[in-house]
């Protein structure tokens, strides 16, 4: 059964460090995203991005973060100057047309020290 | 604003117990719902959904779930849970244009007893 991967399962920088993380979506999807949970809290939205361009961002994502699609298969999301606070779980998901079903990869812990 | 509400952080069962998981909505429009589980190392798989039609909804592993537009309720069911059941459980909620942008509940986590 096809699946969203993605890469690390877990990394640990330190504050100020600039971090990617990888996720490569199912094939024949068209519609990508970033979600993000810190620990106790609320799985979060961050970022859609459809069309080589982001299609819709949150209050959360602001100039530190980016996202590109830069061959074609992988889809990533860069922290430029990570913070403490941006210690989380960040899932990538994706679906094939807009009001279809997301199908989630396992997630990257991200832990900045 | 639209929000997702579980007012159970955890909830634990006996096996073959029946089981209900609370979802509360605010939403402005008919809502687009869903029902989300997590085991432990794995990412979120879909449950089930509800766009439109018979508020009764069947899911995968024998969940179904009940739109209550009075109550603003999607309520998770199972009459027999089992002990792979286990797991964290995320009620979420989107509009019609873009059901990829979620807004999810805090989650509840199931522990089944044997």
């Known amino acids: 059964e096809p699946e969203v991967t993605q890469t690390p399962s877990h990394q640990v920088t330190q504050m100020g460090q600039e971090v990617i993380l990888r996720c490569v979506p199912i094939?024949?999807?068209?519609?990508f995203y970033w979600y993000r949970q810190i620990l106790g809290q609320k799985v979060e939205f961050l970022v859609s991005f459809y069309n080589n361009e982001i299609s819709e961002k949150s209050e959360i994502f602001d100039d530190q973060f980016s996202v590109e699609r830069p061959d074609g298969s992988n889809f990533t999301l860069k922290i430029r100057s990570t913070k403490l606070e941006d210690s989380a779980m960040y899932f990538c998901?994706?679906?094939?047309?807009?009001?279809?079903?997301?199908?989630f990869g396992e997630g990257s812990r991200l832990t900045v020290l | 604003a639209q929000s997702v509400t579980q007012p159970d952080i955890h909830i634990t069962v006996s096996e073959g117990a029946s089981l209900e998981l609370r979802c509360n909505y605010s939403?402005?429009?008919?809502?687009?719902l869903f029902w989300y589980v997590q085991s432990p190392g794995q990412g979120l798989q879909l449950l089930l959904k509800?766009?439109?039609?018979?508020?009764l909804v069947q899911g995968i592993k024998g969940f179904e779930a009940e739109f209550k537009r009075s109550q603003s309720s999607f309520n998770l069911r199972k009459p027999s849970v089992h002990w792979s059941d286990a797991a964290e459980y995320f009620c979420a909620v989107a509009n019609s244009g873009n059901t990829g942008k979620l807004i999810f509940g805090q989650g509840t986590t199931l522990q089944v007893k044997p």
């Open positions: 509800y766009f439109s039609g018979d508020t």
């Open positions: 939403y402005g429009a008919t809502p687009y």
């Open positions: 094939s024949n999807h068209l519609y």
């Open positions: 998901a994706s679906t094939a047309y807009n009001t279809g079903e997301l199908f």
